[in-house]
């Protein structure tokens, strides 16, 4: 292969800094040999090598999810592209923009029984905004800039954001030929995700003013500007907010309530209004109330236009941003009376009161874990929360007094893989420290992560509560089935794995805390790479589960 391979890498990589992209993961092979060298030679583009696909690919998710800006990944032909899937997935479904780039063999080496050989048109199917093969042949640097410009734009300007798919077919030789060519931008402009507003939406949340409302808050891409004027829009409305831990607004006020869960559907009166924003509700009891809510109106509003929601229960689906929407409508809202407002603060205060009591009369399991963390870890470092109970812990036992901050979850196809990984690349693009609350068998899942974040010099901090297996199941009506479900070997899966040994293995810092202060003193005191493990007695922490679900009745 001549040089016009290295012309439209360049060309392409030049462009696409030029529209905001600053990280490139990269994996080594060889037939990706000229997009990674050509990444490596480009001002302004920081490129950052992860041994391990699926490592890369969630890595470049949390950079991406992180800093709101697309990052791009980069690796060899045949099953490396196919490490990407699971990352690829859940930047589909939360919205987060990738640039994917899978080098390739040229036509005539495909279904040939060439070595690294696979069928890559279009490997990521539907969970792609866009998919395009790139031309063998073609040296135009022109139509690589362009094709760049179009790459950034559908992956991150949105509204509906997420990955993109270049697949680049390269002949060899895949080495440069003479001096790596450089190029200036031509066409590339920073890159802004649109917030679409729709006067229609304004209209429709403004005739609700003066009406008894309930705001449903999932997971939200949000800064302290945008919450902020979610949160005046609840006052000026009266309208209370039950809030997940990533929708970033709790701590935020009296109506952005502790305590909801316990309350929802018991204590506190009905709503004439629900409003929901930002992604689906991670706790059950929110989920059920939100399907059994018998409010007149029921406004889902999602500026993706996917209004995805199991319950089906909607009467009317808003196109707007939530934030921009809430802001424009807040000066029409009236609030219907103080007494309906006063009526959910109390009971989900006198709620937390109840849950409060147990866990200080408690030793240090999740819920008291979840809440020590929160209170202990400085605001201003990110925390980055798992699937399965983590992000459920986060989102009950956030404390009263627990300061508003960053939470950042992998809510799209909501599992539990990647999750050290996503927060090592969180790390990386904010070039700050990283908490990151992971149940043990999701950090067993992702061990490469944890190698790559030695590897990396990040500053991480894992906080890793191990209750030997997967506790989630213990919650399901499959836990008493008995013998004849083997429900220990096929749903617990203890696995008697010595954390401490594993990170000693790797090279990181290792702590084993068992209270609450020791907890607090270690997260305020970590550095680099350090995983705190809490162990958990399982027998204990589902009576305890159980004793706090019984506070809702």
Known sequence: MTDFAYRATGRFWAELVACGVTDVVVSPGSRSTPLAVAARNQEGLRVTVQLDERVAGFCALGMAKASGRPAALVCTSGTAAANYLPAVVEAHHSGVPLVVCTADRPPELRDAGAGQAIDQVK?????????????????????????????????????????????????????????????????????EPVQPLVE??????????????????????????????????AEASGWPVVADAGSQLRGRGPLVLDGAEWVLGNSAPPPDVLVRIGGPPSNRA??????????????????????????FGWTAALASDP?????????????????????????????????????????LLEPLLAATLLRSLPVEVPLYVSSSMPVRDVTSFW????????????????????????????????DQPVAALVGDVALLHDIGGLLAAALADADLTLVVPNNDGGGIFSLLPVADGGSEVHFEELFHTPHGASLGDVASGLGVTYLRVEQADELADAVYQASGVTVIEVPIDHDAAMKQRQQLADLAE
């Open 399 to 430: 404390p009263p007094d627990a300061l508003p901050r960053r939470v950042l979850v992998n809510r799209g196809a909501n599992g539990i893989d990647g999750v050290v990984s996503s927060a090592l690349g969180a790390a990386l693009a904010l």
């Open 286 to 311: 929110v989920i059920d109330f939100v399907a059994a809510c018998g409010a007149a109106d029921r406004l889902l509003v999602d500026s993706r236009r996917r209004w995805e929601d199991p319950s």
């Open 200 to 233: 229609a939406d304004v209209d429709a949340v403004g005739r609700l003013a003066g009406r008894r409302g309930l705001i449903v808050a999932g997971t939200l891409d949000v800064d302290d500007v945008e919450a902020e004027a979610i949160v005046g829009f």
């Open 123 to 191: 490997l990521y199917g539907d969970h792609v905004r866009w998919f395009a093969e790139m031309p063998c042949d073609v040296d135009d640097p022109a139509y690589f800039a362009r094709l760049a410009v179009r790459a950034a734009t559908v992956a991150g300007a949105g509204p509906n954001s997420g990955p993109v798919h270049l697949n680049w077919p390269f002949r060899k030789p895949l080495e440069p030929q003479g001096p790596v060519p450089r190029f200036e931008p031509t066409v590339g402009q920073p890159i």
């Open 323 to 363: 934030a921009t929407l809430l802001m424009m409508a807040t000066d029409w809202m009236t609030s219907a009376d103080d007494a309906w407002a006063v009526a959910w603060v109390e009971a989900s205060a006198d709620a937390w009161d109840r849950v409060g009591a147990v866990l200080n009369c408690a030793d």
